[in-house]
């Protein structure tokens, strides 16, 4: 630990000495480009990962239209033909979206272009739109808004500007230069105080695994066995859990959590992680890049906010609905960790994230969206190829009126993931009223006295099988 500190601190001082003597500091450093990618530390990290998602469509779609569509879309964006790249192909009505889900999820095709590839499959009464995007360049967000992008064009004949560039007359997006307190909560002191915390923070979580395989399934020497699964609310289901967290006040972020939670208790003792490492991600663009824009548009403006809380604490309403203020006061403020983890981000990269990954509860919710209405109402997954041996990567979206849920793991196995899932579900629609909930957790504590209680059984048995048997082998008393 002692020696992560130092080479940590002496790193990171050194690169604050750089960054605020000769780029302007943080402020200097993120407002010099259209997008935060001045580290290139963590962006050589985060181009290890592709992020992959199936789009379903309830209308079949012509071949040559989707090519055409695509290549005005990258052309209108100003992708090259080796960083975007089409393949159409067809297939049987038969085929089904978990099918299409696991089989395209850790194909290689995503290497056939440098940025963003798309794979679309025809059915006759149905298509699936497979991306996979290079995660150096763009958020979660925005491979939704590529995707969105293209379908727009196909049904419009017309591609829209997504992809900002620097000094563009159409879409240059820029961090906001006239905010002063921006600058004062970006200035050298907060950034030093952020190194010597952030050295610190290191030291205490990496030092005691350095050499593990964990870091190395970070730094992407291998790729973790990773187990996915998707799942998907109808219109009236949706319709049903928004009326009734809408009546308690109750904000779907903190529904999401608990439930989220709730499915990750609901796995064997043995593949849960009583205390994780929360991780959420906000973005800047809607709220410090100027013009302001709606987040139709492509890059990677997210930074992570987290905590690291207990599995009762984030199957708590009250503690998830307490975290999603303070969220929303950091990020409207520039306060707290937000400013922290932006510093963290743009000066010192890959040194502000602090975790080992497969302790990591990774929590998404990207509220609502939505796709081109010609669509018919769509559903929407998506998780990286590579998931960085996280504990519970967890992905929220509410697409045309539906709400869409991913969770992958590097911790729990197939089955056991496939279950929490369905339980997660299955308590989004009963527990938005609130009684469900308590009374699922009651069920899940009694589920786990009756098992704690039938291997006591079984041990005692077993002991006394074995006290019985030396009695009658040996002449000894059974005690």
């Excluded at 050589?44 to 998602?53: A, G, I």
């Excluded at 038969?94 to 963003?116: C, F, G, I, Q």
Aim: aromatic share 12%; glycine share 6%; with cysteine.
């Amino acid at each position: 630990g002692i020696v992560v500190f130092c080479v940590s601190l002496f790193l990171n001082l050194w690169t604050w000495f750089i960054a605020y003597t000769y780029h302007g500091g943080a402020h200097g450093l993120a407002a010099s480009t259209t997008l935060p990618l001045s580290n290139r530390i963590i962006r050589k990290l985060f181009s290890l990962v592709d992020v992959c998602n199936v789009t379903e469509l309830p209308k079949p779609w012509d071949e040559a239209k989707a090519k055409q569509a695509f290549d005005a879309f990258r052309v209108r964006n100003g992708f090259a033909e080796e960083e975007a790249r089409i393949l159409v192909t067809t297939i049987p009505d038969t085929v089904m979206k978990p099918e299409v889900w696991h089989k395209y999820r850790m194909t290689d095709l995503a290497s056939t272009a440098k940025v963003h590839y798309v794979h679309v499959l025809t059915a006759p009464s149905k298509t699936f739109v497979v991306g996979y995007t290079n995660f150096r360049d763009f958020d979660g967000t925005s491979c939704f808004n590529l995707i969105k992008g293209f379908v727009a064009t196909y049904y419009d004949g017309e591609a829209p500007l997504v992809r900002p560039t620097v000094g563009s007359p159409e879409l240059d997006l820029r961090l906001d230069t006239e905010n002063e307190e921006l600058k004062k909560k970006l200035g050298a002191l907060p950034a030093l105080r952020c190194a010597v915390g952030t050295s610190y923070t290191m030291a205490v979580q990496y030092g005691r695994w350095l050499l593990s395989r964990e870091l190395f399934d970070a730094f992407g020497c291998a790729s973790p066995e990773c187990c996915s699964v998707i799942e998907s609310l109808s219109l009236e289901e949706t319709a049903k859990m928004t009326a009734a967290l809408k009546a308690r006040k109750l904000k779907p972020f903190a529904h999401l959590m608990t439930t989220s939670a709730e499915a990750a208790k609901s796995v064997p003792k043995k593949y849960q992680v009583e205390r994780p490492i929360l991780l959420t991600q906000v973005s800047c663009q809607s709220r410090y890049y100027m013009p302001k824009v709606e987040r139709n548009v492509c890059g990677n403006w997210l930074i992570g906010l987290g905590t690291r809380p207990t599995l009762d604490e984030l199957s708590s309403e009250s503690w998830a609905s307490k975290f999603y203020t303070g969220l929303i006061e950091h990020i409207e403020s520039f306060s707290g960790n937000a400013a922290w983890s932006f510093i963290n981000q743009t000066v010192y990269g890959m040194s502000g994230y602090r975790a080992n990954p497969r302790k990591i509860f990774w929590f998404n919710n990207y509220g609502l969206r939505s796709m081109h209405e010609g669509a018919g109402g769509v559903t929407y997954h998506w998780a990286p190829t590579y998931s960085v041996a996280t504990y519970f990567l967890v992905c929220c979206v509410c697409v045309d009126g539906r709400m869409c849920i991913t969770i992958s793991s590097s911790v729990v196995p197939q089955g056991e993931l496939q279950k929490a899932v369905e339980h997660m579900k299955k308590m989004l629609i009963e527990s938005a009223g609130g009684e469900a909930l308590s009374t699922a957790r009651v069920g899940l504590k009694a589920a786990s006295f009756a098992a704690k209680l039938r291997h006591r059984t079984e041990r005692s048995c077993a002991k006394i099988r074995r006290s019985s048997f030396a009695a009658a082998t040996f002449g000894g008393a059974a005690l």
